[in-house]
């Protein structure tokens, strides 16, 4: 069952039976609906709320408001994070009456999508089901590529000396999938690639099972190695999705998750390339004399 709450910034609240509601609304105040995810909804103790604010009121004032009536929020400082109608916000961005909020601490690195844009082959995915890594990977085969590199995150058993049961995967779907095309509209500037495609698993993942995986197909192998590696350094810097571990003595919402771990040195014979952790790596060549292709399967924890 969702938890809802309704409070108000009006400072008196008057006895309403059976409900939270506090204050008067006035012609002047505007209704938000305010969504809580990862660390930032245990905190409050609630999915969402509806805040009444005293009009013209902005992503700020609605903060300040928030962290008033709610402050175990306090203690995420300045990293909590602030999206209005699903796009991220600036501090004086105007609210108005009827908008979302969403509120949540920085992003780790079922609701089922596909980016509606038929105009690119791109495709970018949310599912609760097991993803089939090679059905991604080949999921689209244009004639002018070369190569594709495919990065397959999983869950680990072992973060900094604590065994891990299993991890639980939250997203805030809407705009996770917003980001994910903004993202790859941003690789297609970047790299000379030919399309990305990205499926991330939410809910419950045992060990070994995959979290996410990327798909990058190029002319030339380079550019998707390079497009591949900065969209998963992306994906978790942006995208709204958290990932809790759960241990064997306790749990903690990853919060604002290092890129460390996706990176690798540079290839000698090319200064500039940086790739993926290989645990399993194939290349294969085709019979053709003219093009080689290359599919690369780029396995590592997450």
Request: hydrophobic letters at 40%.
């Amino acid at each position: 069952m969702v938890a809802r709450r309704s409070i108000s910034s009006e400072s008196e609240p008057p006895a309403v039976a059976g409900g939270l509601i506090r204050g008067i609304v006035t012609s002047s105040t505007i209704t938000v609906h305010v969504l809580f995810f990862g660390a930032a909804r245990d905190a409050v103790g609630a999915e969402e709320i509806d805040i009444a604010l005293n009009g013209p009121a902005t992503s700020s004032t609605g903060r300040d408001e928030i962290l008033a009536a709610y402050p175990e929020l306090q203690r995420f400082g300045r990293s909590l994070l602030f999206a209005v109608n699903q796009e991220y916000a600036e501090a004086d961005r105007e609210l108005h009456d009827g908008d979302e909020l969403a509120i949540f601490p920085p992003v780790s690195g079922g609701y089922a999508g596909v980016s509606p844009d038929r105009s690119t082959p791109d495709f970018f995915e949310l599912t609760t089901d097991p993803i089939d890594i090679g059905a991604v990977a080949r999921r689209v085969v244009l004639p002018e590529c070369g190569a594709t590199v495919t990065l397959d995150g999983y869950a680990r058993e072992w973060t900094k000396g604590r065994r891990t049961l299993y991890l639980v995967y939250e997203a805030y779907a809407l705009m996770a999938l917003s980001e994910m095309k903004k993202l790859g509209a941003q690789a297609r500037e970047k790299f000379e690639i030919a399309y990305i495609g990205i499926v991330h698993r939410t809910g419950r993942l045992d060990i070994g099972e995959t979290s996410v995986v990327i798909s990058v197909g190029a002319p030339h192998r380079r550019a998707a190695f390079e497009a591949c590696e900065w969209a998963i350094r992306e994906l978790k810097r942006t995208v709204p999705i958290w990932k809790k571990e759960v241990f064997e003595d306790g749990e903690i919402w990853v919060e604002g998750g290092s890129s460390a771990d996706y990176t690798d040195s540079a290839d000698k014979k090319n200064p500039g390339l940086k790739v993926v952790n290989p645990r399993i790596a194939r290349i294969s060549k085709s019979a053709s004399s003219r093009r080689r292709s290359a599919v690369c399967f780029s396995r590592h924890s997450v």
